[in-house]
């Protein structure tokens, strides 16, 4: 009897033992899915905030196309909100991986040790799985932290640039007021008013009248040749590429400045031929036979032409000689690979080519840059002298007398010891004024150099 005592005894102990095994590898079966449980919330938590922050940097996106201050700003602090919750989870989980198992434990080191402590084979995968996942949204993570540095690099950048357009801005408006103020204080003929004075040989108006003009005609060049770019871009051309062949061997401050060449591809083509009477487009020697008649004749199509849509202008009468002006100078800007990249077809090509002009936006717009620089042209030969166009040559010594650079020069200073890269705008020469070309400049200075063209 005593033995079986004893046995039964055994046979209690065995049991308890047996029940507190089961109940602690219960607990630690708990403790697994708590945490594999904290870790699906934790990547439900990333999964919703990288959805968020793409939903951001679509608006964000979408406010700079139209450009909308208010909407950029919103959309910039969405992004910047979403940036730094996934950061914040990212700080989280490497702090608790590097807190290892106490204080309820986290990240890898946890998933590790809950996989070791079960025995059950779906435990482990589910671990595995949550690892690779977990891997993965850190890998996100990285990347996002990478395009928030990236982000706002740009939005500094576009920041600079804003300030440089709205002093511009500033520049230009104020320019503008002052040849305002002058064109309102000077004298009117009589009869013939202000063009009489100047076909007479009365250059007084020649000055502000033609710096107003100019100024005008390289708002529209600068206009379209932001349109330009954008549809390049849209076309996913090489625009550092397409730069590079335009202006060979130019050095640029600023990725953005690369603008400037295709600003200077714009106008070289605008304004090729405005030496001649007629750009070239006829053999007329009118202008030599009887120079007054021609004066009289090109201020009148100028003062004809300022308050007419050039597209209804075209429209009318296809064969008058802008017309042709507008034929030309297309084919020349807008290479036949071009047009297809940009609009998927050659419809405008066709119908410029069959003597018709299209009614897009993109033509209307390239209509009002030819515009501008015809009307320049027939006030240039109005003038006795003729106003005389002039560039210049890359590598020539910076001279502000006549020359002024299209960005602040870098460290400031006069910029007499620069030199030119290449020409953006032509510059005007009349007989008692000069309206400056922009330039480009070297980057650092040095070179040698040469005069205009």
């Known amino acids: 009897m005593a033995q079986r005592s004893e046995e039964d005894g055994n046979g209690s102990g065995a049991e308890e033992c047996f029940h507190e095994a089961e109940e602690a590898q219960g607990e630690e079966v708990e403790r697994l899915y708590q945490r594999v449980q904290m870790m699906e919330n934790v990547i439900v938590d990333i999964f919703g905030t990288v959805s968020a922050l793409k939903n951001a940097y679509i608006q964000l996106q979408s406010a700079h196309s139209p450009y909308n201050a208010d909407k950029l700003r919103s959309a910039d602090r969405l992004v910047i909100g979403e940036l730094r919750r996934l950061s914040e989870i990212k700080h989280m989980l490497k702090g608790r991986s590097r807190g290892g198992g106490g204080g309820g434990g986290g990240g890898h080191y946890l998933l590790h040790q809950a996989a070791a402590a079960s025995a059950n084979s779906n435990d482990r995968k589910l671990v595995e799985e949550l ?12 990347s996002y932290d990478s395009r928030m540095q990236a982000c706002e690099k ?17 520049r230009a408006t104020s320019k503008k007021e002052k040849l305002e103020r002058r064109l309102n204080e000077l004298p009117r003929g009589g009869g013939g008013g202000g063009g009489a004075g100047m076909m007479n040989g009365n250059v007084s108006l020649a000055p502000p009248l033609f710096e107003q003009m100019a100024q005008a005609a390289r708002g529209e060049a600068f206009s379209f040749a932001k349109m330009f770019i954008g549809l390049l871009k849209n076309a996913d051309w090489d625009l550092e590429a397409a730069a590079n062949s335009i202006q060979p061997g130019a050095v640029y401050a600023r990725p953005i400045h690369t603008r400037f060449a295709f600003e200077s591809y714009v106008c070289q083509r605008m304004f090729n031929g405005f030496e001649n009477e007629n750009f070239y487009l006829s053999g007329s020697l009118s202008s030599i036979l009887d120079p007054g008649k021609h004066r009289h004749d090109c201020f009148l199509q100028f003062q004809d032409m300022r308050s007419i849509d050039p597209l209804e202008l075209v429209s009318t009468t296809p064969d008058c000689l802008f017309g042709k002006f507008c034929l030309r100078k297309y084919l020349q800007i807008v290479h036949e690979k071009m047009e297809e990249s940009f609009f998927g077809h050659l419809q405008h090509r066709n119908q410029v080519l069959g003597g018709e002009h299209p009614s897009s936006q993109f033509y209307h717009r390239f209509l009002e840059l030819a515009k501008s620089v015809w009307l320049l042209h027939r006030l240039a030969f109005s003038f006795n002298p003729t106003a005389s166009i002039f560039q210049v040559k890359k590598d020539t010594s910076f001279q502000s007398e006549f020359m002024e ?7 400031g200073g006069g910029g007499d010891l620069h030199t030119v890269g290449f020409t ?15 330039v480009y400049l070297n980057q650092g200075g040095g070179g040698s150099g040469g005069g205009g063209d």
């Open 131 to 142: 690892q690779a996942g977990l891997k993965e949204k850190q890998s996100i993570i990285d």
């Open 405 to 411: 650079s299209v960005v602040d020069l870098e460290g």
């Open 424 to 438: 953006v705008m032509p510059g005007f020469r009349l007989e008692n004024a000069v309206i400056k070309c922009l």
């Open 154 to 170: 740009e939005l500094a950048e576009q920041h600079e640039e804003m300030e440089r357009l709205k002093e511009s801005l500033r």
